[in-house]
């Protein structure tokens, strides 16, 4: 998500059951180049990762494993990624590739969803970050679907290049988020990757029972949620909306690593308060300007917060 999965975020998240975060979109360029741009773009915590019981089929014993963090660049050229990934690598995971991004700054920029068709680049990017890092080391890419012989194609040659594994979003570069999402299409997306590497069902998941669902019609191997967990951060828990706990522990959490930019944290809050609040009281919410107003309002509806 662009902007919105912060540290402050990662780490909520990472304590309602979601195995798996990936910061904002990185520019791979700028990263490798400045700094300054590392500095503003990533921050991360031991802390961060969440703990889980993995349970195997089969009835075998539950393992506690960690949870993972992957960083999301956006890249044309190899060099670029794989420098980035290099100075990136000792505090992730893994990265992935965006090659979704449908905005069209980015499609200009020759990055995002530029790269659907463009199978041979995604394939010297993968292969150049991996053969910096190693093979042991996580590079996936996240793709929007396309025409079927185009996806296919895609899917297939970054798996020549040794991409871990694919997040496919059901819908086009053209569509909107308020466009359903294309289950079939994702589907055909698990078929295409003929079982090489696993395939991660993205788009409309809003609860557990949509990602129950997602899994049983495109037999993905996972689901990734976006706008979903802004809305509801303990969606994976099972929780069917924000509960009030989790708001709290968003401020502490923002407040421990030093606060985010008003903008940002007004809208977190606005997105996790969405389904609580009526019309007028929307309107008052998005009035306020400052941080101490958003937590006076919060106190005001009886949530307990850091002093």
Same mark, same amino acid.
């Given at each position: 998500m662009v902007r919105y999965s912060k540290l402050p975020f990662r780490h909520l998240v990472s304590l309602y059951d979601v195995h798996i975060t990936?910061?904002?979109? $990185?520019l791979a360029r700028e990263f490798s180049r400045s700094s300054i741009a590392r500095s503003a773009d990533f921050s991360s915590s031991h802390h961060e990762r969440g703990?889980?019981?993995?349970?195997?089929?089969?009835?075998?014993?539950?393992?506690l494993v960690r949870g993972?963090?992957?960083?999301?660049?956006?890249a044309?050229?190899?060099?670029?990624?794989?420098?980035?990934?290099?100075?990136?690598?000792p505090w992730v995971d893994g990265i992935d590739l965006n090659c979704g991004c449908p905005q069209p700054w980015a499609y200009t920029e020759h990055i995002g969803s530029w790269l659907l068709r463009k199978p041979e680049v995604v394939y010297d990017l993968v292969r150049a970050t991996k053969d910096r890092l190693g093979w042991n080391f996580s590079v996936s890419i996240k793709i929007r679907v396309d025409e079927p012989k185009q996806t296919e194609r895609l899917i297939?040659?970054?798996?020549?290049?040794?991409v871990d594994y694919v997040t496919v979003h059901g819908r086009t570069r053209h569509q909107a988020s308020t466009a359903p999402v294309n289950l079939p299409t994702i589907r055909f997306a698990v078929d295409a990757a003929k079982g090489e590497v696993p $395939?991660?069902?993205?788009?409309?998941?809003?609860s557990?029972?949509?990602?129950?669902?997602?899994?049983?019609?495109?037999?993905?191997?996972?689901?990734?949620?976006a706008r979903g967990l802004l809305a509801n951060p303990a969606l994976f828990a099972g929780y069917r909306?924000?509960?009030?706990?989790? $708001?709290?522990?968003?401020?502490? $959490?923002?407040?421990?690593?030093?606060?985010?930019?008003?903008?940002?944290?007004?809208?977190?809050?606005?997105?996790?308060?969405?389904?609580?609040?009526?019309?007028?009281?929307?309107?008052?919410?998005?009035?306020?300007?400052?941080?101490a107003g958003v937590l006076d309002y919060l106190e005001g509806r009886g949530l307990s917060l850091p002093k």
């Amino acid at each position: 998500m662009v902007r919105y999965s912060k540290l402050p975020f990662r780490h909520l998240v990472s304590l309602y059951d979601v195995h798996i975060t990936h910061t904002p979109m $990185i520019l791979a360029r700028e990263f490798s180049r400045s700094s300054i741009a590392r500095s503003a773009d990533f921050s991360s915590s031991h802390h961060e990762r969440g703990l889980f019981l993995l349970r195997p089929k089969g009835g075998k014993q539950p393992t506690l494993v960690r949870g993972a963090l992957v960083a999301q660049f956006a890249a044309t050229e190899p060099r670029h990624l794989a420098d980035a990934a290099e100075l990136i690598s000792p505090w992730v995971d893994g990265i992935d590739l965006n090659c979704g991004c449908p905005q069209p700054w980015a499609y200009t920029e020759h990055i995002g969803s530029w790269l659907l068709r463009k199978p041979e680049v995604v394939y010297d990017l993968v292969r150049a970050t991996k053969d910096r890092l190693g093979w042991n080391f996580s590079v996936s890419i996240k793709i929007r679907v396309d025409e079927p012989k185009q996806t296919e194609r895609l899917i297939q040659t970054a798996i020549r290049a040794g991409v871990d594994y694919v997040t496919v979003h059901g819908r086009t570069r053209h569509q909107a988020s308020t466009a359903p999402v294309n289950l079939p299409t994702i589907r055909f997306a698990v078929d295409a990757a003929k079982g090489e590497v696993p $395939i991660v069902a993205n788009g409309d998941a809003w609860s557990m029972e949509d990602v129950l669902r997602i899994r049983t019609e495109t037999v993905a191997q996972g689901v990734m949620s976006a706008r979903g967990l802004l809305a509801n951060p303990a969606l994976f828990a099972g929780y069917r909306s924000t509960p009030a706990e989790a $708001i709290t522990r968003f401020v502490e $959490i923002a407040t421990s690593y030093g606060g985010l930019p008003f903008a940002l944290f007004h809208r977190h809050i606005a997105c996790m308060l969405e389904e609580r609040l009526g019309r007028a009281e929307k309107t008052y919410f998005n009035s306020l300007t400052s941080h101490a107003g958003v937590l006076d309002y919060l106190e005001g509806r009886g949530l307990s917060l850091p002093k």
